[in-house]
Each structure stands twice: as structure tokens, then as C-alpha cells.
């Protein structure tokens, strides 16, 4: 049946209107190729990645051979899903053919020969399409500037195509393991990783950051292998493979430098948008910033542009930003250079986590991400050391027929000398100690009664299930508990929100996107509505939403000073578990109060929100219809599509570790049970303290390095 239209457009019209929605649409949608090759910022970061005179250039070689490359079968999607299969899976026959064809072996060779540590080969493709080949744009290996030749808008299409050979390398890995040629399925490997090292070598966050996330994959991956093959490795050939890694020169992640390319993207946009010596040219900063934030999300540019217009009225001017960036950048810089990667001075808060995010919101948006480099570049290093660890462990018992008695016994034989913990520092002695090793059963400490067991561990994929082994009761003193603000049953999937009746909390990780890594606000605001409209409240419900009304009544939280209370509940001991583990993952906890304290305000005047909180206020209790109006409200006002898209940029350390750094591993865990066949390796991780590695996994306490995580959910899934 045929809905009834009032106003009806003759047929001219209605064409010239699809045609009009169409090229608005495109028109946000597409970046400008037109570029601006006399912008001296635009030069300034070319010069960067510049090579110099007589080095090789890795993409003359590696470019023409991934044009050439075969479309992988479609049960291939993610790196996820190439380093997942495995012989005898469906769909494995496929992957192993598409690996096999003569244009991805070239890939392969070309990789091989562009990664080899002798040559010091870079990656030099510019920024723009100035001088880019037509057929490497059209095929994405390129990078394109925003419109008008925006560098802070800019789409680093080839890292794309990068994760293309990254999953051919998983599998060609995969193949030649099985095939018994452990050394060669292990040095493709070092190839990918090699690969990582050379885009985080580039001027751009986002390379930094995909180039050290794909190191970390690596060396995990590596452990995979030695994992599911053993036999398939001897232990020279494990030597080879440590000693070949273990040369700082080739690999050298010390050296790797905080992204420039990010500062002259902030001064580009400052020359831009900002009057000289003034403030900013309001109408040109709302439309770019808004430009900017609604990258791939051409349907959010007006409201994006409603809220740049919003922070110009109280943005600094031209003379404070400007020193904000230098601010900003020194501080980093001179952290980053530390030798000790403990030193006191990177537990003090930065000059960022001091900043006024509103005041600086330019500023925020293009250079607060860089922060979370400084974990990143600890956790490849427990990665990459750990691997080197593991590998000489397996290659001792593969020569000795049995497991080392103590860590120490691998060197120098198997690896040159062990690779210390990086998280776990000795204060007193100003020392790194070493991972933690043991080999179940036979290290176990039983009392003169007792067998020793099977170790059993927790593994979190997740940081929503992070901390409650099978042994937890979910009790306040839990630390789940304490990261979700304590009390039994409660449930906030998003800062800012009260506690929900009937929520499943995997609704955030299940709106999340790992690709795109965006949160589904629609999705998101959906379920939640629909678990307020139908879920039966309860009498602890019921308590719940009162407590938290009360909550804010207690603290006296009003419009004008609810950003001061959120930091405060932060910063308070019940909200210090929640606040370093943020903390630890990079996440700005007072870019996040100002995000919700922004919403909160506007949710302090919403009638039937208010209309909850007074009754609560005067002492009678709200009624079911009262509380579920609140809630709706919370939902509709706290989640727009405008904030979500905020927090998921200031939590993108948190959703990292929600999906695990594998990715799709979002809302699991399992438990295991370990015997004296394997060996144990584990990091402390970022808090530095050793949980003798019954919780593991992106959301436990411990890092684990053996068995490997991706081999465990592989067997488990």
C-alpha cells in the first residue's frame, strides 16, 4: 500500500532533488583532490618523509606489486579472520590458493625484499596525490588531503591496502607451517612486523599508531606459529629468528619518534581558520572543524557544525593557541626522550591532562590523541621482548627435552640476553625485572598434603569483564565492582548514565564497529530505550535509580558546577580504580567530563529528568512512569550522535582494549587450565604488579605472552 504524500513533486522536480541530496552527499563525503601544492605546511610535512639521496624507497618496489595483488576470498575480512584459520577450517582452501597465485607471491617477494634490515629502505609516499602516480589513487595507495588541501582532514588510504598484505602474510604463515617450514612462516612474519616498524617511522598519529598496533599483532602472531607448530621449528632456527630481532639497530622501537605531522596540521588550521593575532574567524572555523569531525559521517556535518559554532564563541585566540601547541608538544617531547621509561616525571599529569579541552578544542581534536602513544609504545615493547622470551624458552626444551628451570638458563644460546619486563620497574634499585615465567605442576607451591594442579587463568577479552575470575562474587569490594561505582546489579554502559533495568552490558561493545572503530549511536540509543519500555522494573531497580538521583543531590551537582563534581567523583577512592585504568590506556579524564558535563547540563533542565530528581529530593519515591521518562531523557540527551562520537574518540583506548587488539573479540572470556606440557610467560602490564597470571588477556591483570592469547580463544571459541 502506497503511503499518502502532502505535498507532491512532479517528476522534474523530484529528479532535480534526488540529484541536489546526491551531490550535497558526495560533496561531504569526498575529500578534495584538488590539492595545494604552494601551502608551505603542506611542504613543511613532506619534507619530513623526504627521502634522503640514495635510500631505497619502499613503495617504487612494494606499490606496483600490490596493484597486481589478487582479491582475497571473501571468508577473509580482517587480519582478525587470516590469523585465525587454520588448515582443516572452512574456507581454508581458498585462502591457501589466493596465497599461492603468482601476484600475491610477488607481494610476498617484494615485502621480503623491501624489509630487509641491510638495505634501510623508507617509506616516503607524500601527502597528497601531487606527483602520485594515477594509478596507485585510483587503486588507494595514496594519501589524500581534506578539501582545499587540509592536512588535518587528510585519509591515509594505503594503510588500507597494508592490512591487505598483513593478512596475506598471516596466511602464507599459516601455509608454510603446516607445511613444516617453520623458519620461513616465521621470517614472513618478521617481514610484517618490519613493515609496522617502517609506517610508524611516518609523521602521523594514526601511521604511528597502526605501524606499532601492527608490531604488536606480529609478534603475537609469531607466538601463534611456535604454538600450533613446534615441530615445524628447531632450535637454530628459533636462534636465527631471536638473534635477527634482538638487533636494536634493525628494529630500534627506542627510536621511534613522536608524530610532527600532527603539529603542522594544527598550524595549518590555524592559518586557516584563525584571524592573525586575533581569534578565530568564526563562520570558516565552524564549517572546517565541522569538515573535519564528520569525516566518513557526511549526515553529522550540521550538527557538527552547530557545535564548532558553539566552541568558537569561547575558543582561545590566536596568540594562546599557539602557544598551547608549543606547550603541549614540548611536554610530550620531553617525556618521550626519557631514558627511563619510569622516570618520576611521566606519573605527573601533562601539560594536556591540565588543559582546558573546551578553551582548547581545535587543539584537542588534532593533537590529544598523540598522548596514548606513550602506552603504546610500552605495550609493543612487552610484545616484541616477550616474544623473544617465549621463543627461546620453546627452543630450550625443544634441544633439552624439557622446560628451563629458571628464565635465565635461555641466554646466551637460544637469545643473546633476556628481554626485562618493561612495565615491571624495582624503584629502589632503578631496575627492569623479568618477566614472569613458571611451568605448572612442577613450580606449583602446595603445602605437604596437597597435589599440585593444573594452573587455571581467566582469560578477559574485554575490559567490561576485567578482574572477576570464576571465584568472584560481584560483591562491592569487587573491582568490578569498583569500576562500575560498586552495588550489585548496577549497570552505566556509558559515562553519565544511571543504572538501566535489565541491560545486557556487551549493548556498548555490540555497537561498536571495530573497523570503522565509531560506537553506533543509533544502535546504541535503540536497545537502551527499548530495555527501558519493556524490562519490568524491580525493587532493587527501583533502589538503584533512587540512589542515583540521590547521588546527585548529595553533591549538590547543579549546570553551573557538574564538570568540577564529575572530575571530583573521579579523582575520589571509590572512582580511582576506574580512573587509572582509563588513565593507563591514555584516555583524558577531563576531556571526558567535559564531554558529558556538557550533556549533564542540558539534562539538569529536562522536565521530566527534573521531575525524578525532585521527587526524590522531597522524599517520596518516583513513580515507575516517572522513572522510565527520566531515563528516556538520559538516553536521548546524554547519547546524541554528537557526543558519542566525542567519547569514542577520547575513549579509543578503552574501546581498544573492549574489542582486544585482535579485534571481534568483544563481551568474552573463558578459563583455562594450563598442565606441565606448556610454560607460562606474562608481563605485569601497565600497573606493575604481578598477578601471577590468573587474569589475562586485553581486560585482565596481567599481560600474557605463552601460551598466547590468540592460540587459547582460537581453541576456545
Given at each position: 500500500?502506497?503511503?499518502a504524500c502532502l505535498?507532491?513533486h512532479?517528476a522534474p522536480?523530484?529528479?532535480?532533488l534526488g540529484?541536489a ?9 569526498a575529500?578534495a583532490?584538488?590539492?595545494a601544492?604552494?601551502d608551505?605546511h603542506?611542504?613543511q610535512?613532506?619534507e619530513?618523509v623526504?627521502a ?8 617504487k ?5 600490490i ?11 580482517s587480519i582478525?579472520?587470516?590469523?585465525l584459520?587454520?588448515?582443516?577450517d572452512?574456507g581454508?582452501?581458498?585462502a591457501?590458493?589466493?596465497?599461492q597465485?603468482e601476484p ?7 615485502l621480503?625484499?623491501v ?6 629502505t623508507?617509506?616516503s609516499?607524500p601527502?597528497g596525490t601531487e ?8 587503486a ?7 578539501r582545499?588541501?587540509t592536512?588535518a582532514?587528510?585519509?591515509?588510504r594505503?594503510?588500507?591496502?597494508l ?5 596475506l ?5 599459516t601455509?608454510?607451517a ?8 616465521m ?5 610484517w612486523?618490519?613493515?609496522?616498524r617502517m609506517?610508524a ?15 604488536i599483532?606480529?609478534a ?5 606459529i611456535a604454538y600450533l607448530?613446534?615441530?615445524s621449528?628447531?632450535p637454530e632456527?628459533i636462534?636465527d629468528i ?8 634493525t628494529?630500534?622501537v627506542?627510536r621511534m ?7 603542522i596540521?594544527a598550524?595549518?588550521l ?10 578565530v ?8 572543524m ?18 564548532w559554532r558553539d566552541i568558537?564563541?569561547?575558543h582561545a585566540?590566536?596568540?594562546?593557541t ?15 626522550n626519557?631514558?627511563?621509561l ?5 606519573a605527573?599529569?601533562t601539560?594536556y591532562d591540565r ?6 578544542a581545535m587543539v584537542?581534536r588534532?593533537?590529544?590523541p598523540?598522548q ?5 609504545r ?5 610484545e616484541?621482548?616477550g616474544?623473544r ?10 634441544r633439552?627435552?624439557?622446560?628451563p628451570r629458571?628464565?635465565?638458563a ?5 637469545v643473546r640476553?633476556i ?12 631496575t627492569?625485572r623479568?618477566f614472569?615465567?613458571f611451568v605448572?605442576i ?16 581467566t582469560?578477559?577479552?574485554d575490559r567490561r569483564?576485567?578482574?572477576l575470575t570464576?571465584?568472584?562474587?560481584g560483591g562491592?569490594?569487587s573491582?568490578d565492582?569498583a569500576?562500575?561505582?560498586g552495588g ?5 554502559p556509558?559515562?553519565g548514565?544511571p543504572?538501566?533495568p535489565?541491560l545486557?552490558?556487551?549493548v556498548?561493545?555490540?555497537s561498536?564497529d571495530p573497523?570503522?572503530?565509531q560506537l ?10 527499548q530495555?527501558?519500555?519493556e524490562?519490568p522494573?524491580t525493587?532493587e531497580?527501583r533502589e538503584?535509580?533512587r540512589?542515583?538521583f540521590q547521588?546527585?543531590?548529595?553533591q ?5 558546577n557538574?564538570?568540577e563534581?564529575?572530575?571530583?567523583q573521579?579523582e ?6 576506574a580512573?587509572?585504568?582509563?588513565k593507563a590506556m591514555?584516555?583524558d579524564?577531563?576531556q571526558?567530563a567535559?564531554?558529558?558535563a556538557?550533556?549533564m ?5 529536562d522536565p521530566?529528568?527534573?521531575?525524578a530528581?525532585?521527587a526524590?529530593?522531597?522524599g517520596a519515591?518516583?513513580?515507575d512512569?516517572d ?10 540527551i546524554m547519547l ?6 566525542s567519547l569514542?574518540q577520547a575513549?579509543?583506548?578503552v574501546?581498544?582494549a ?5 579485534g571481534?573479540f568483544?563481551?568474552r ?5 594450563i ?14 604488579v604481578?598477578?601471577?597470571a590468573r587474569?589475562?588477556g586485553?581486560?585482565g591483570?596481567?599481560l ?7 592460540s ?6
Amino acid at each position: 500500500m502506497r503511503r499518502a504524500c502532502l505535498i507532491r513533486h512532479p517528476a522534474p522536480a523530484r529528479l532535480a532533488l534526488g540529484i541536489a541530496v546526491c551531490w550535497a552527499v558526495a560533496w561531504l563525503a569526498a575529500p578534495a583532490r584538488a590539492q595545494a601544492p604552494k601551502d608551505p605546511h603542506i611542504q613543511q610535512i613532506n619534507e619530513l618523509v623526504k627521502a634522503v639521496a640514495g635510500v631505497p624507497i619502499a613503495e617504487k618496489e612494494l606499490f606496483p606489486a600490490i596493484l597486481e595483488m589478487r582479491e582475497a576470498p571473501g571468508t577473509l575480512r580482517s587480519i582478525t579472520d587470516a590469523s585465525l584459520m587454520t588448515p582443516g577450517d572452512e574456507g581454508w582452501s581458498e585462502a591457501e590458493q589466493w596465497a599461492q597465485r603468482e601476484p600475491n607471491r610477488k607481494v610476498l617477494e617484494t615485502l621480503a625484499a623491501v624489509t630487509d634490515s641491510t638495505k634501510k629502505t623508507v617509506l616516503s609516499i607524500p601527502y597528497g596525490t601531487e606527483g602520485v602516480p594515477e594509478a596507485w589513487v585510483a587503486a588507494g595507495l595514496c594519501i589524500e588531503l581534506g578539501r582545499g588541501g587540509t592536512l588535518a582532514g587528510m585519509q591515509l588510504r594505503y594503510l588500507k591496502r597494508l592490512e591487505d598484505v598483513a593478512m596475506l602474510c598471516n596466511v602464507e604463515a599459516t601455509r608454510l607451517a603446516a607445511g613444516g617450514k617453520g623458519k620461513e612462516a616465521m621470517q614472513v612474519l618478521v617481514d610484517w612486523l618490519r613493515l609496522g616498524r617502517m609506517v610508524a617511522d611516518r609523521a602521523m598519529f594514526e601511521e604511528k599508531k597502526w605501524g606499532a598496533e601492527q608490531m604488536i599483532l606480529a609478534a603475537e602472531r609469531m607466538r601463534d606459529i611456535a604454538y600450533l607448530f613446534p615441530d615445524s621449528l628447531t632450535p637454530e632456527d628459533i636462534a636465527d629468528i631471536c638473534q635477527i630481532e634482538q638487533d636494536e639497530r634493525t628494529l630500534g622501537v627506542d627510536r621511534m619518534t613522536l608524530p610532527q605531522g600532527d603539529r603542522i596540521a594544527a598550524e595549518q588550521l590555524m592559518a586557516r581558520t584563525f584571524i592573525e593575532r586575533d581569534g578565530v574567524n568564526v563562520p570558516v572555523f565552524a564549517s572546517t572543524m565541522a569538515r573535519i569531525g564528520a569525516a566518513g559521517r557526511p549526515l553529522t556535518r550540521f550538527s557538527e557544525g552547530a557545535l564548532w559554532r558553539d566552541i568558537a564563541s569561547v575558543h582561545a585566540d590566536w596568540f594562546d593557541t599557539r602557544e598551547q601547541i608549543e606547550k603541549l608538544m614540548g611536554d610530550w617531547n620531553i617525556r618521550w626522550n626519557l631514558p627511563n621509561l619510569h622516570d618520576e616525571l611521566l606519573a605527573q599529569e601533562t601539560d594536556y591532562d591540565r588543559m582546558n579541552k573546551r578553551t582548547f578544542a581545535m587543539v584537542d581534536r588534532l593533537l590529544g590523541p598523540i598522548q596514548q602513544l606513550f602506552a603504546l609504545r610500552m605495550r609493543v615493547l612487552a610484545e616484541i621482548g616477550g616474544t623473544r622470551n617465549a621463543l627461546g624458552v620453546l627452543a630450550f626444551k625443544l634441544r633439552e627435552r624439557q622446560w628451563p628451570r629458571v628464565l635465565e638458563a635461555i641466554q646466551p644460546k637460544y637469545v643473546r640476553q633476556i628481554d626485562p619486563d618493561p612495565y615491571h620497574y624495582y624503584k629502589r634499585t632503578e631496575t627492569l625485572r623479568p618477566f614472569g615465567y613458571f611451568v605448572p605442576i612442577r613450580d606449583a607451591v602446595v603445602g605437604p598434603r596437597e597435589l599440585p594442579q593444573p594452573h587455571r587463568m581467566t582469560v578477559f577479552l574485554d575490559r567490561r569483564s576485567a578482574g572477576l575470575t570464576p571465584d568472584s562474587d560481584g560483591g562491592e569490594d569487587s573491582p568490578d565492582a569498583a569500576v562500575n561505582g560498586g552495588g550489585d546489579g548496577a549497570n552505566a554502559p556509558f559515562p553519565g548514565l544511571p543504572p538501566l533495568p535489565g541491560l545486557d552490558p556487551s549493548v556498548l561493545t555490540d555497537s561498536w564497529d571495530p573497523e570503522s572503530k565509531q560506537l553506533d549511536a543509533a544502535k546504541l540509543r535503540e536497545v537502551l530505550t527499548q530495555s527501558v519500555r519493556e524490562t519490568p522494573l524491580t525493587d532493587e531497580g527501583r533502589e538503584q535509580a533512587r540512589q542515583f538521583f540521590q547521588s546527585l543531590i548529595d553533591q549538590g551537582v547543579t549546570p553551573d558546577n557538574v564538570q568540577e563534581k564529575m572530575l571530583a567523583q573521579l579523582e575520589s577512592p571509590e572512582g580511582q580504580p576506574a580512573a587509572q585504568m582509563m588513565k593507563a590506556m591514555g584516555v583524558d579524564l577531563h576531556q571526558i567530563a567535559r564531554i558529558m558535563a556538557d550533556r549533564m547540563r542540558v539534562l539538569l533542565e529536562d522536565p521530566a529528568f527534573t521531575k525524578a530528581l525532585e521527587a526524590v529530593r522531597s522524599g517520596a519515591a518516583p513513580s515507575d512512569d516517572d522513572l522510565r521518562g527520566a531515563l528516556t531523557s538520559a538516553i536521548e540527551i546524554m547519547l546524541t550522535d554528537e557526543s558519542v562520537a566525542s567519547l569514542t574518540q577520547a575513549l579509543a583506548g578503552v574501546m581498544d582494549a573492549f574489542t582486544g587488539s585482535m579485534g571481534g573479540f568483544a563481551g568474552r572470556s573463558f578459563t583455562v587450565s594450563i598442565d606441565d606440557s606448556q610454560f607460562v610467560l606474562f608481563s605485569t602490564g601497565p600497573d606493575g604488579v604481578s598477578g601471577k597470571a590468573r587474569s589475562v588477556g586485553p581486560g585482565g591483570d596481567d599481560l600474557l605472552i605463552w601460551p598466547p592469547v590468540l592460540s587459547l580463544w582460537r581453541e576456545h571459541r
